[in-house]
């Protein structure tokens, strides 16, 4: 088995930012993406959000491209909501993500900043970048 240590800190949107994650949904979300990110051989390490956008921390092996990765995890969690007893099938994602790596030793901040999305946008001491995916235009984005 090869050796990796890879580290990224994803976020995402729902369809037109439109507050569709309530408490009862939320649950069910969460442990639906917790199962995907396991059966894609990857490692949760957190996962947290707000009624209109999701965080997850994940560790993704090389052999699983992350665009690959994160489609497959927002389409399948999509079609599962829209398949759930009594669903209105109007949940979605909007197309757009945004995703940064980072370095182990920080593995515990970004943990603690995920797991507390909704005290961090209560108090608003959020990481301004990724709290803005969905309304960034192409200018905003990173080079590379």
């Known amino acids: 088995m090869p050796f990796?240590?890879?580290?990224?800190?994803?976020?995402w949107a729902t369809y037109n930012r439109?507050?569709?994650i309530g408490p009862e949904l939320e649950e069910e979300l969460y442990d639906y993406l917790t199962g995907?990110?396991?059966?894609?051989e990857s490692i949760l390490h957190a996962i947290g959000g707000t009624p209109d956008h999701i965080h997850v921390v994940v560790s993704v092996p090389p052999k699983v491209a992350l665009a690959t990765f994160i489609g497959t995890i927002k389409g399948s969690?999509?079609?599962h909501v829209?398949?759930?007893?009594?669903?209105a099938g109007n949940f979605g994602w909007q197309d757009e993500y945004g995703?940064?790596?980072?370095?182990?030793?920080?593995?515990?901040?970004v943990i603690r900043y995920v797991q507390r999305q909704?005290?961090?946008h209560q108090t608003g001491r959020l990481w301004g970048l990724l709290e803005r995916v969905g309304e960034m235009?192409?200018?905003?984005?990173?080079?590379g």
């Open 4 to 11: 990796w240590r890879l580290y990224y800190h994803i976020v």
């Open 18 to 20: 439109e507050p569709l």
């Open 36 to 40: 995907k990110v396991v059966a894609l």
């Open 77 to 79: 969690s999509s079609y």
């Open 82 to 87: 829209n398949h759930l007893p009594g669903a």
């Open 99 to 109: 995703v940064v790596s980072f370095a182990e030793r920080h593995l515990p901040q």
């Open 118 to 120: 909704k005290e961090h």
């Open 137 to 143: 235009s192409p200018d905003d984005q990173l080079s």
